[in-house]
T-cell receptor, first 109, second 114 residues
Framework: GQSLEQPSEVTAVEGAIVQINCTYQ??????LSWYQQHDGGAPTFLSY????GLEETGRFSSFLSRSDSYGYLLLQELQMKDSASYFC??????????FGAGTRLFVKA | EAGVAQSPRYKIIEKRQSVAFWCNPI?????LYWYQQILGQGPKLLIQ????????DSQLPKDRFSAERLKGVDSTLKIQPAKLEDSAVYLC????????????FGPGTRLTVT
């Protein structure tokens, strides 16, 4: 079957760095995406890793290790507005997308 | 560039009633998705269209849910009859050609079944 695991909650201080991990089991794996969702809002695309390694987009970076079926999202210089839910999502066979349950990030002042 | 449009934004119905949701994807996006998101969970794919053809509907409860995408542009999702457990946010998303992992979501329809 297909499954993703990520922590349910993470708390960090404003200005700090936080890492949200995601492990997955899937067939026909193509890549790992990350989405951000604020309460009451729609998910917004953050990043995609199709190959092993680190992808950087401003304060956000995402990493993938295919051999370990593992990836993470790294948020630097945390701001209060980063408080949201973060979802990892795998693209598998037929480009079907499976979302994880999400990690709620709380940023404290 | 206009985003993904959905209507209505909110809907309250009684169990056993029917309801329909509408979605208009971003212009030029051939792939359209309908997701169900229950509070505290990640989006669950219900159906995926490529133009007006169904790519995946393995998780669509076909005894009560139906969806169509006539003319390969906008789409409707229908529930008939609704159950209490259908209370959720229904999200529509679309993706650019060849980029299925980069999905753009509409604001969603919050359905409450009483």
């Amino acid at each position: 079957g297909q499954s993703l695991e990520q922590p349910s909650e993470v708390t960090a201080v404003e200005g700090a760095i936080v890492q949200i991990n995601c492990t997955y089991q899937t067939s026909g794996f193509y890549g790992l995406s990350w989405y951000q969702q604020h309460d009451g809002g729609a998910p917004t695309f953050l990043s995609y890793n199709g190959l092993d390694g680190l992808e950087e987009t401003g304060r956000f970076s995402s990493f993938l290790s295919r051999s370990d079926s593992y990836g993470y999202l790294l948020l630097q210089e945390l701001q209060m507005k980063d408080s949201a839910s973060y979802f990892c999502a795998v693209s598998g066979g037929g480009f079907k997308t499976i979302f994880g349950a999400g990690t709620r990030l709380f940023v404290k002042a | 560039e206009a985003g993904v449009a959905q209507s209505p934004r909110y809907k309250i119905i009684e169990k056993r009633q029917s309801v329909a949701f509408w979605c208009n994807p971003i212009s030029g996006h051939a792939t359209l998705y309908w997701y169900q998101q229950i509070l505290g969970q990640g989006p669950k794919l219900l159906i995926q269209f490529q133009n007006n053809g169904v790519v995946d509907d393995s998780q669509l409860p076909k005894d009560r849910f139906s969806a169509e995408r006539l003319k390969g542009v906008d789409s409707t999702l229908k529930i008939q009859p609704a159950k209490l457990e259908d209370s959720a946010v229904y999200l529509c998303a679309s993706s650019p050609p060849g980029v299925p992992y980069e999905q753009y979501f509409g604001p969603g329809t919050r359905l409450t079944v009483t």
